[in-house]
């Protein structure tokens, strides 16, 4: 026969889908002592405390201002900051089954990865998160009409049961589960309670997942279209730049072409004029010169080659 661990150990949260290891590890929460009670419950109850020693000197209140602080330090009255504590409302009675059983959740919680946050708003208020969802917290005494014949007291004034009553409050789809020790402590039940959060938190876990794993593949199609967008710009600016230049280019070699056509012309007429017979030396010297600087003028010597390769392609 096993034995229960003295210390419960934290449970992977991704591994809640094994029902079986996930029970016996609930089992293990019962090892929880109270002598351990949570932080949030020790500050619960040194407030609620101070709070019903301040009752007694309820009176101070009535008095005339200038006499309540001296009436104060008699009684050594200590003033309580409002401050936010733990949703949980028990006649003192209650509180040690009520800090037993709460300080075993509150632990389950954290063990299992999760975070206790106490809040104020309207109203105090208690979440047990974990990702993906949370629950509202209340643990209360629940309260019956009281008898009150022969008694000074409204008959609307109730007083408390001895029952305790747990809500768990699923911020996701706002369902409520409600447990009660009216035939079984809630210690004994938080087995089934915390089977009740996982079959909650499942689904919703499940759901996100699949929300997330749809919005990532939209955000990658998304980045994808971009960059597809940004790639097709720059395709469009090199092809606009290629074809800026390649019509810088038609238009240079269509310069070129006249300008060669020209240089053509010119060797051709040179040709003509180094072909006629002269017999005169002095003659014969001027057309040489004057050949000679018609060629300087068009830089026939540089373009000899050029006009050799036009000359193939346009004879």
């Known amino acids: 026969m096993s034995t229960m661990p003295n210390n419960p150990q934290k ?15 609930v089992r293990s929460l019962k090892s929880i002592k109270s002598i351990n009670l949570h932080s949030l419950i020790l500050e619960h109850d040194r407030v609620e405390k101070k709070r019903e020693e301040n009752k007694k000197y309820s ?6 201002f200038s006499l309540q602080l001296e009436e104060k330090q008699k009684v050594n009255y200590e003033d309580i900051p409002k401050q936010t504590i733990l949703n949980l409302h028990v006649s003192p ?16 919680a954290e063990l299992l990865g999760g975070q206790i946050y106490i809040g104020h708003k309207e109203d105090y208020y208690t979440e047990l998160q974990l990702p993906h969802v949370s629950w509202r917290i209340l643990l209360i005494e629940q309260k019956i009409r009281g008898n009150t014949e022969g008694i000074m007291q409204p008959i ?39 089977l009740d959060l996982r079959k909650e938190y499942l689904p919703i876990r499940d759901k996100k997942r699949e929300e ?3 919005n990532e593949v939209e955000q990658e199609l998304i980045r994808a279209r971009n960059e597809t967008e940004e790639l097709a710009k720059e395709q469009e600016k090199l092809k606009a730049k290629i074809d800026e230049k390649r019509n810088i280019l038609k238009e240079e070699v269509f310069e070129h ?18 072909s006629i017979t002269c017999d005169d030396k002095e003659n014969k010297e001027i057309i ?12 026939l010597n540089k373009f000899t080659e050029i006009i050799d390769l036009w000359n193939s392609k346009f004879d």
Do not use: C, M
């Open 11 to 25: 449970y992977d949260l991704d591994n809640i889908d094994d029902e079986k290891k996930f029970t016996i590890w």
């Open 59 to 64: 009176y101070i209140e009535e008095l005339p």
């Open 93 to 108: 009675s209650k509180r040690k089954l009520a800090y037993t059983f709460i300080n075993r959740l509150l632990r389950g």
């Open 156 to 194: 609307y004034r109730k007083k408390h049961s001895g029952i305790l009553r747990l809500e768990l409050i699923n911020l996701e789809n706002k369902n409520k589960l409600i447990y009660t020790d009216e035939s079984e402590s809630l210690v004994n039940q938080l087995e089934a309670i915390f």
């Open 212 to 214: 997330r794993r749809k």
């Open 257 to 274: 072409i006249e300008y060669l056509e020209r240089i053509k012309i010119v060797e051709k007429y040179l040709q003509d004029i180094q």
């Open 288 to 299: 040489q010169n004057y050949v000679e600087k018609v060629q300087r003028l068009y830089n």
